[in-house]
């Protein structure tokens, strides 16, 4: 299957491709209204993804016009009215879709139109892969859309981009795909923590040294930015460098050389610069620990990373991934994800980011002990790597306390003598029947998640009269 997108705007035409291409269809890409005619005439799309308004002409006269004969075309806009709306299917559009949109809606319209002959075919998540998968950036959220609008418009270029957010968060991925989707493509991509070498050695690192140059320097080294002449050079924790580095560093901006070491001259590189960091850098700035200037010359593109509680939406597809990745890669059956072990993930802060739910899903692919995974199987998988355990506790201390005391306010003169066992009878059912529904009724699993001895359980599901049996899967 073929689309065409008929788009002015590069980060739209590069979100439509990335996630079409996911669905199997070949993506065709046209900058001008001429330009899109021509390719449909002769490449004869399945289906067209037209822009409302070009730099040659506007999309909706070319659909009245029949520009396009029979071919299915789904009008894209910014400017979304009842009107255009109207217009749009009036003049034989299929689909009228919204900037920014629902990357869902591109799949399910993909589908649409698929050839008969063409059926989607799931991709095999047990068979073993030669080779790995490129890297990718998966996200539906709007945030994450508009980083997608962001990557692609300057991914083509070699402008300096500053990469910022949560450790965790994937800076090294994204600087990866602004290299894979530049011209730089087939030269090297170089990275380095800068937090993770000492100072002493991080300069001979970035810039090499000649012979001699100290002691131990038997010969001739070329510096990172040296071998990744031609190509892209990520520098991770950029927050974390030494002040007599940054200042090195801005040089090497500003004049586009580098002096190796113990060497007397310089000589031009050609490095596409990409930064990261998670700290503040305005803070820094303000604490004398980090360069202003430098940061202005790093600072052209800033690009910021939203952690993954803020898109939660994104956190079943990322699992998903992360678990078929990490069976593929150890070679198991990949366990199948129930939806209310989803919502678990959902729930949870991640203060660890993409990184952490990939440990976990990693985690759940080895100790998974039947065919699905479980809540049960996820609280787990996350008591390991729970940072944020103490503050949940804090929190649901404060949630008790609070309705405790509404309950003995409620009492009023009325208070019983036994208020330990009064207040316990109303906590121990509900966590009863929880517990129960999370082990899918398995008294014993459920003992296990309380700390008490079985036969507690039993007498406890007696007492309250709660029957496990009706919590089996």
């Not at 580095?245 to 031009?268: D, N, P, W, Y």
Request: charged share 25%; net charge negative.
């Amino acid at each position: 299957m073929k689309a065409l997108v008929i788009d002015d705007d590069a980060g739209i035409r590069w979100i439509l491709e990335r996630v079409l291409r996911e669905e199997g269809v070949e993506v065709l890409q046209a900058e001008t209204l001429a330009d899109g005619r021509a390719m449909a005439e002769s490449y004869a799309p399945n289906l067209i993804f037209l822009d409302l308004f070009l730099p040659d002409g506007n999309g909706m006269d070319a659909l009245g016009e029949g520009v396009f004969g029979e071919i299915p075309v789904v009008i894209l806009t910014a400017q979304t009215t009842f009107d255009h709306a109207a217009q749009a299917y009036r003049q034989g559009a299929m689909e009228y879709l919204p900037k920014p949109f629902d990357i869902n809606e591109v799949r399910a319209l993909a589908n649409r139109v698929r050839p008969l002959s063409e059926p989607v075919v799931a991709p095999a998540l047990k068979a073993p892969r030669e080779v790995p998968r490129k890297e990718m950036i998966i996200g539906q959220s709007t945030t994450m859309q508009q980083l997608f609008r962001t990557l692609g418009r300057v991914a083509a270029s070699d402008l300096t981009v500053l990469i910022t957010g949560e450790s965790g968060t994937g800076k090294e991925v994204v600087a990866r795909v602004l290299h894979d989707e530049s011209r730089r493509v087939k030269r090297a991509f170089v990275a380095i923590n800068t937090a993770a070498i000492p100072a002493d050695l991080l300069e001979t690192e970035l810039f090499g040294h000649e012979k001699g140059a100290f002691t131990g320097a038997d010969k001739q080294r070329k510096g990172l930015f040296e071998q990744a002449d031609g190509g892209t050079l990520f520098l991770d924790e950029i927050g974390d460098m030494p002040l007599p580095l940054q200042a090195k560093l801005l040089r090497v901006l500003e004049s586009g050389t580098i002096q190796r070491i113990g060497s007397g001259s310089e000589h031009a590189v050609d490095v596409r610069l990409l930064a990261a960091t998670h700290c503040d850098l305005q803070q820094r700035i303000e604490d004398g620990r980090f360069r202003q200037d430098l940061y202005y010359r790093l600072n052209v593109i800033p690009v910021q990373i939203p952690p993954l509680r803020e898109r939660r939406d994104d956190i079943p597809r990322l699992a998903e991934r992360f678990l078929e990745d990490a069976a593929a890669e150890l070679q198991l059956d990949a366990p199948i994800l129930l939806g209310d072990a989803v919502a678990a993930l959902c729930r949870y802060d991640w203060r660890g980011n993409v990184r952490e739910l990939k440990n976990v899903m990693r985690r759940l692919a080895v100790l998974t002990p039947g065919p699905s995974i479980t809540p049960n199987d996820v609280a787990l998988a996350l008591g390991g790597v729970n940072h944020g355990a103490a503050q949940q506790k804090d929190r649901l201390e404060d949630a008790v306390t609070r309705v405790m005391k509404r309950y003995i306010e409620h009492l009023g003169t009325s208070q019983p003598n036994d208020l330990y066992r009064t207040l316990l009878a109303q906590v121990e059912p509900p966590l009863l029947n929880l517990v129960l529904e999370l082990s899918g009724g398995n008294q014993g699993m459920a003992a296990n998640m309380l700390g008490l001895n079985r036969n507690t359980v039993r007498k406890l599901l007696k007492q309250y009269n709660i029957d496990s049996f009706s919590f089996r899967r």
